[in-house]
């Protein structure tokens, strides 16, 4: 069975940092393109940003370029998102997803992150 | 950047009604279209790839299609378990969601 569990969010102060994880099983995940996706309270959602299978190419949305950075250990099945010079608008629930062909075909259950003084 | 709009972005049904959500794209995306379903306190579920494919697993009541820059997700009967909101997905050139349409219980 395919899991994605995130850990790492929490409340921290804006311009301040934070790094989550996504810890992946029941799948080769060395092989998978990698997503990080959020979602404001009550908004919808917003794709942040994709690693390749074996960490050598990222892309992200503008709104994070330069302030975010994913990255993978595939000896450890883990997926990161360091996040730098947070803001109050980074506030949010932070899913990983699995890349299946460009749709999203596995979700981890998402982990809160609060931007505030 | 490609922007998608759906429509409506709320809509009050019935169980057992015939139900239709469009999607535009902003340009041409081709057949690189996601739907997906999310509830409540949920993460997003896959329901549809490439424009018009069933994920394994979902209910054959749910239907896409389109291509270009204009789709629909068809939800052919309603059921209690269906009421949710639904987000349709670009990836023809990164990935942007639509701003979802929430399907509510009249």
């Known amino acids: ?117 | 950047d490609i922007q998608m709009t759906q429509s409506p972005s709320a809509l009050s049904t019935s169980v057992g009604d015939r139900v239709t959500i469009t999607c535009r794209a902003s340009q041409s995306i081709d057949s690189w279209l996601a739907w997906y379903q999310q509830k409540p306190g949920k993460a997003p579920k896959l329901l549809i790839y490439m424009a018009s494919n069933l994920q394994s697993g979902v209910p054959s009541r749910f239907s896409g299609s389109g291509s270009g820059t204009e789709f629909t997700l068809t939800i052919s009967s309603l059921e209690p378990d269906d009421f949710a909101t639904y987000y349709c997905q670009q990836y023809h050139i990164l990935w942007t969601f639509g701003q979802g349409t929430k399907v509510e219980i009249k």
């Open chain 1, 1 to 117: 069975e395919v899991r994605l569990v995130e850990s790492g969010g929490g409340l921290v102060q804006p311009g301040g940092s934070l790094r989550l994880s996504c810890s992946a099983s029941g799948f080769t995940f060395s092989t998978f393109w990698m997503h990080w996706v959020r979602q404001a309270p009550g908004k919808g959602l917003e794709w942040l940003s994709r690693i390749n299978s074996d960490g050598t190419n990222q892309r992200y949305v503008d709104s994070v370029k330069g302030r975010f950075a994913i990255s993978r250990d595939n000896a450890k099945n883990t997926l990161h998102l360091q996040m730098n010079s947070l803001r109050a608008e980074d506030t949010a629930i932070y899913y990983c997803a699995r890349d299946d062909n460009g749709a999203h075909d596995h979700w981890g259950q998402g982990t809160l992150v609060t931007v505030s003084s």
